[in-house]
């Protein structure tokens, strides 16, 4: 209930229960981040007809209790359940890996060895331990040393982050590109070039008598 008229500067007065049990809400004016929330029941039985009609125009919500909402919801044990779950199939899987007896060999494991992400791997010949990352792209298996420089050297396989290097050779061709632009006279297909001599200068092409020009 809502007693009183509405204003940019006068105050009301609201009720969920009776006007014992009233609140005065501030003006916009006075207080523009006003916030009253309303607590209820809603009772449904299959004797009645009821029809709800909500009105979003004007709602809002504070940044303090959406996070509230998110942090409970986050907080449950019954939402993400997928997620819960593939979490812990790969959380187990690691332990079980990490906590199995080393497979030992006389060299370092290689792209065939096979072996489940987190299972260690001993080099008896060069003492050196290694744990598996997981699978490139290409289903091979990556390995990197455990401890100091595991994920250096894992950095360093030519075969890992096949995505970010992919990104790395298209920017760095057309980084090259735009130093060509800027470097020369090139600025299109076909482009002109401007030499200042043409001692010790050997072109390989196909003349072309009716424009006579060299084409290459």
């Known amino acids: 209930d809502v007693y009183d008229y509405y204003s940019e500067t006068e105050n009301i007065t609201a009720s969920d229960g009776g006007a014992d049990a009233a609140t005065e809400v501030p ?3 006075s207080s523009p981040s006003f916030l009253l929330e309303f607590y209820g029941f809603l009772a449904i039985t299959n004797g ?3 029809s709800v009609d909500l009105s979003t125009s004007g709602a809002v919500v504070t940044p303090q209790y959406l ?3 998110m942090e409970r919801h986050d907080a449950s044990p019954y939402t993400h359940l997928d997620i819960r779950v593939a979490l812990e199939q790969i959380r187990q899987t690691a332990q ?23 299972q260690h791997y001993f ?4 003492k050196k331990e290694y744990i598996c990352v997981g699978q490139n792209p290409e289903g091979k298996y990556i390995w990197v040393l455990v401890g100091d420089g595991a994920l250096e050297a894992h950095d360093e396989d030519p ?12 920017l760095d061709s057309r980084l090259a ?16 070039v401007t030499f200042d001599t ?13 424009q006579k020009r060299l084409e290459f």
């Open 48 to 50: 009645v007809q009821i």
């Open 198 to 210: 043409l001692t010790g200068l050997a072109v390989t092409g196909i003349w072309n008598a009716a």
């Open 177 to 192: 590109l735009l130093e060509l632009m800027f470097t020369t006279d090139v600025t299109g297909n076909p482009f002109t």
């Open 159 to 170: 075969s890992a982050h096949p995505g970010l290097r992919d990104a790395w050779g298209e």
């Open 96 to 118: 079980d890996a990490a906590e199995a007896k080393p497979e030992t060999g006389q060299e370092p494991p290689g792209p065939q060895t096979e072996a489940s992400p987190g």
């Open 67 to 69: 996070a509230g909402v």
């Open 27 to 29: 003006s916009q004016a």
């Open 123 to 126: 080099d008896a010949q060069a």
